[in-house]
């Protein structure tokens, strides 16, 4: 079965920001391509017909999600991000504009029903103001719930938490507890290393005053002294014979083992002249050597 679709597998961002700025206009603030993606930040009043045209005039038909982000050293100190994507182009670009505290940004649940659930999630982790949604209350925190915990000013003590107790059975508040210390976050390259001292490397400095090595260490003063018992001495004070020349072998230091001769012939030992046969291409005895008559009926 054949499937046969107009979307691209891969889109191309090639004339995507000449063409989408040049259809936005004055409506556009700022323009990039950024991380493999389109980038465009508009005015905040004209966010709802920056959508609308690029819905309808350039394809991108579905609103993906809305994101916050918080920059409090700004005067309009929170983003909100509307990421699109085109089905007819297999395309993604994201918009951006900029709120304070008490400017409202123009809701885009005339353009996609679902931004109601979006907006209603930055209003309530950012304290974003959406103006025109219907519907615009906290929807992950609880009732009564004073704050907006995603802001970086946000305090982490004083403030109640709600959890299921399966003890009770039912929804508890409790004081809020940290599982962990705060940690601070510098974000910077691990490749370039931290300018102050790391969780652990305290050590380092105790390594740095760490007494030097010892200039002699003490060694044993004859091979005899294995630190076993006096038969192991006597067994590693037997002498060897003196290395063959320009030899050593191996496990033997320097000198071969001693000779013995015993005068007894071994049990199943080859004549002198003896030598091992020849073997055959089929892994026999060649005939060379002697293979011997084939037996009869053969």
Same mark, same amino acid.
């Given at each position: 079965m054949?499937?046969?679709?107009?979307?691209?597998?891969?889109?191309?961002?090639?004339?995507?920001?000449?063409?989408?700025?040049?259809?936005?206009?004055?409506?556009?603030?700022?323009?990039?391509?950024?991380?493999?993606?389109?980038?465009?930040?508009?005015?905040?009043?004209?966010?709802?017909?920056?959508?609308?045209?690029?819905?309808?005039?350039?394809?991108?038909?579905?609103?993906?999600?809305?994101?916050?982000?918080?920059?409090?050293?700004?005067?309009?100190?929170?983003?909100?991000?509307?990421?699109?994507?085109?089905?007819?182009?297999?395309?993604?670009?994201?918009?951006?504009?900029?709120?304070?505290?008490?400017?409202?940004?123009?809701?885009?649940?005339?353009?996609?029903?679902?931004?109601?659930?979006?907006?209603?999630?930055?209003?309530d982790?950012?304290?974003?103001?959406?103006?025109?949604?219907?519907?615009?209350?906290?929807?992950l925190?609880?009732?009564?719930?004073?704050?907006?915990?995603?802001?970086?000013?946000?305090?982490?003590?004083?403030?109640?938490?709600?959890?299921?107790?399966?003890?009770?059975?039912r929804?508890?508040?409790?004081?809020?507890?940290?599982?962990q210390?705060?940690?601070?976050?510098?974000?910077?390259?691990?490749?370039?290393?931290?300018?102050?001292?790391?969780?652990?490397? /305290?050590?380092? &400095?105790?390594?740095?005053? !760490?007494?030097?090595?010892?200039?002699? #260490?003490?060694?044993?003063? $004859?091979? +005899? *002294?294995t630190?076993?018992?006096?038969?192991?001495?006597?067994?590693?004070?037997?002498?060897?014979?003196?290395?063959?020349?320009?030899?050593?072998?191996?496990?033997?230091?320097?000198?071969?083992p001693?000779?013995?001769?015993t005068?007894?012939? /071994?049990?199943? &030992?080859?004549?002198?002249? !003896?030598?091992?046969p020849?073997?055959? #291409?089929?892994?026999?005895? $060649?005939? +060379? *050597?002697?293979?011997?008559?084939?037996?009869?009926?053969?």
């Amino acid at each position: 079965m054949t499937v046969l679709h107009s979307a691209p597998k891969i889109a191309s961002n090639e004339g995507v920001l000449d063409t989408l700025t040049g259809a936005l206009g004055s409506l556009v603030l700022a323009a990039r391509e950024e991380y493999g993606e389109v980038v465009l930040t508009v005015a905040r009043d004209g966010i709802e017909q920056a959508l609308r045209t690029l819905r309808d005039a350039h394809g991108y038909q579905q609103l993906m999600e809305i994101a916050g982000v918080d920059y409090p050293s700004r005067p309009e100190r929170f983003e909100v991000v509307y990421m699109l994507l085109s089905l007819t182009k297999n395309h993604r670009i994201i918009v951006k504009v900029t709120a304070a505290e008490n400017t409202p940004v123009p809701t885009v649940t005339t353009l996609w029903p679902v931004a109601g659930w979006l907006e209603r999630e930055v209003f309530d982790m950012y304290g974003v103001i959406f103006a025109g949604n219907p519907d615009l209350r906290r929807i992950l925190t609880d009732y009564g719930f004073e704050g907006h915990p995603f802001r970086k000013d946000f305090p982490l003590t004083g403030y109640t938490e709600l959890r299921y107790s399966e003890e009770d059975k039912r929804v508890v508040y409790e004081p809020v507890k940290l599982a962990q210390d705060l940690r601070s976050f510098d974000f910077m390259s691990p490749w370039e290393g931290a300018d102050y001292v790391l969780p652990g490397d /305290e050590k380092a &400095a105790e390594k740095a005053s !760490a007494p030097p090595p010892v200039a002699e #260490p003490k060694t044993t003063e $004859s091979p +005899k *002294q294995t630190g076993s018992n006096e038969k192991t001495d006597a067994k590693a004070a037997e002498p060897v014979a003196p290395a063959a020349k320009d030899a050593t072998v191996a496990g033997q230091g320097q000198g071969d083992p001693a000779p013995v001769t015993t005068g007894t012939k /071994e049990p199943g &030992a080859p004549d002198p002249t !003896a030598s091992r046969p020849d073997r055959g #291409p089929d892994g026999g005895a $060649s005939d +060379k *050597q002697g293979a011997g008559p084939a037996p009869e009926g053969s």
